[in-house]
């Protein structure tokens, strides 16, 4: 499985972003997909993680009611919307897959596969 992600960039507070994880694979739909970030600093947290079974997704309560996280199976990608963001939501921000078509790992070390990483930094 190989990850592409894309879409971060500069946003003032209170914008928005969508981040792109672009996968490819023939082994893609035996996992979940999530979402991480990491700070300057901070361990990497999980954000929001999307499940090939049925699409259930989970978030962090940093992050609930703010982003979401869909998916399009026929261009096998997912999607972070990210709205009303915060000076605190700034870090790399990874997708990655792992676990498996039901279940989603909120730890990072279950997770197989990552992608290169996209910057999002919010400004005050």
């Known amino acids: 499985v190989q990850l592409q992600a894309s879409g971060g960039g500069l946003v003032q507070a209170g914008g928005s972003l969508r981040l792109s994880c672009a996968a490819s694979?023939?082994?893609?739909?035996?996992?979940?997909i999530a979402w991480f970030r990491q700070a300057p600093g901070k361990e990497r947290e999980f954000v929001a993680g999307?499940?090939?079974?049925?699409?259930?997704?989970y978030y962090a309560d940093s992050v609930k009611g703010r982003f979401t996280i869909s998916r399009d199976n026929a261009k096998n990608t997912r999607y972070l919307q990210m709205n009303s963001l915060k000076p605190e939501d700034t870090a790399v921000y990874y997708c990655?897959?792992?676990?498996?078509?039901?279940?989603?790992?909120?730890?990072?070390?279950?997770?197989?596969?990552w992608g290169q990483g996209t910057q999002v930094t919010v400004s005050s």
């Open positions: 990655a897959a792992g676990g498996s078509r039901w279940y989603v790992p909120t730890r990072g070390g279950d997770y197989d596969y």
């Open positions: 999307i499940n090939w079974g049925d699409g259930s997704t």
């Open positions: 694979g023939r082994a893609f739909s035996s996992y979940a």
